[in-house]
Nanobody
Framework: QVQLLESGGGLVQPGESLRLSCAAS????????????MGWYRQAPGKQRELIAL???????NYADSVKGRFTISRDNAKNTVYLQMNSLKPEDTAVYYC??????WGQGTQVTVSS
């Protein structure tokens, strides 16, 4: 049973940056190194949850078009942590951001609000 705990959300102005962290525990191998895919999703009010970034065990990455070039996902297997660096934030990035670990583990979410 994998537990995921997100942190790093908050209120920022347009154009600013935030870094989200997702700390994992409980993996069978004792490390997120054994988890095939980890990712970040977000859900804005009234909208469906959407995938924004994935990172594989080999650290290959994929991004939604809406965040490509602005967001960077990374993983530190030694710290059992996945990060999402978010730059040039826009009001439309406002959402609850969720960490996911394959096959079906979710964090509780962290709120990101981008507003002037």
């Amino acid at each position: 049973q994998v537990q995921l705990l997100e942190s790093g959300g908050g209120l920022v102005q347009p154009g600013e940056s935030l870094r989200l962290s997702c700390a994992a525990s409980g993996a069978a191998s004792g490390s997120i190194f054994g988890i095939d895919i980890m990712g970040w999703y977000r859900q804005a009010p009234g909208k469906q949850r959407e995938l924004i970034a994935l990172i594989s065990k080999s650290s290959s990455t994929n991004y939604a078009d809406s965040v490509k070039g602005r967001f960077t996902i990374s993983r530190d297997n030694a710290k059992n942590t996945v990060y999402l660096q978010m730059n040039s934030l826009k009001p439309e990035d406002t959402a609850v951001y969720y960490c996911h670990a394959s096959p079906h583990y979710w964090g509780q979410g962290t709120q990101v609000t981008v507003s002037s």
